[in-house]
C-alpha cells in the first residue's frame, strides 16, 4: 500500500512540473504576442482566447485586456470616426460609444469576459447617453471581426 501512496505523490509531483513548465511557455508566448507588431485587434482577440480568472473584482488580467482593446479599437476607427468613447474599466467587461464621420451613432459592449466572449454586441443610438438604441447585432470575436465589422458599419477598410 505505502508503494503505491509512493508512486502516486510522485506522479502529482510530476503533473505540477509538467504545469509549471506549461504556465512559463504560455506567460513568453503571452509577452512576445504582446509585443509583437502584429495587426488591428490581434492582440485582443489573442488575449479573449485566454481563459479569465473569475474574481471579486478588476484583476490584472481584465486591465491588461481592457487596455489593449480600448488602444485597438480606437485605432480600428479613427479613420471612420469623429469621435469615440469607452468606458473606464468595470468588471470583466467594456462598452461605449463612437460616432462615424457620417454622423450615425453606435453603442458597442462585450459582456462578462469570464462567461461570455464570442461576440461584439453593437446597435445605433441616437447620443452617448443612448443604452437602449436599435436593434442588438453581434459581431463575432474572430479572425472576420475587423472586416466584419467594417462591412456592418458600411465602411471601407
Do not use: C
Amino acid at each position: 500500500m505505502e508503494t503505491k501512496q509512493i508512486q502516486i505523490k510522485q506522479k502529482e509531483r510530476e503533473l505540477n512540473n509538467l504545469k509549471d513548465e506549461y504556465d512559463k511557455e504560455m506567460e513568453i508566448e503571452r509577452k512576445k504576442i504582446l509585443k509583437s507588431k502584429l495587426e488591428t485587434m490581434e492582440k485582443s482577440l489573442y488575449l479573449l482566447n485566454q481563459e479569465f480568472e473569475s474574481s471579486g473584482q478588476r484583476t490584472p488580467q481584465y486591465l491588461e485586456f481592457h487596455r489593449t482593446f480600448k488602444r485597438e479599437f480606437k485605432a480600428l476607427l479613427k479613420p471612420y470616426i469623429k469621435e469615440i468613447e469607452i468606458d473606464k474599466p468595470n468588471h470583466f467587461d467594456i462598452s461605449g460609444f463612437f460616432k462615424l464621420n457620417d454622423d450615425r451613432i453606435y453603442y458597442f459592449s462585450l459582456s462578462d469576459l469570464r462567461w461570455d466572449k464570442d461576440s461584439l454586441l453593437i446597435r445605433t443610438a441616437k447620443d452617448f447617453k443612448d443604452y437602449t438604441g436599435g436593434s442588438n447585432n453581434d459581431i463575432t470575436l474572430n479572425e472576420d471581426f475587423v472586416n466584419n465589422l467594417l462591412n456592418f458599419l458600411g465602411v471601407k477598410k
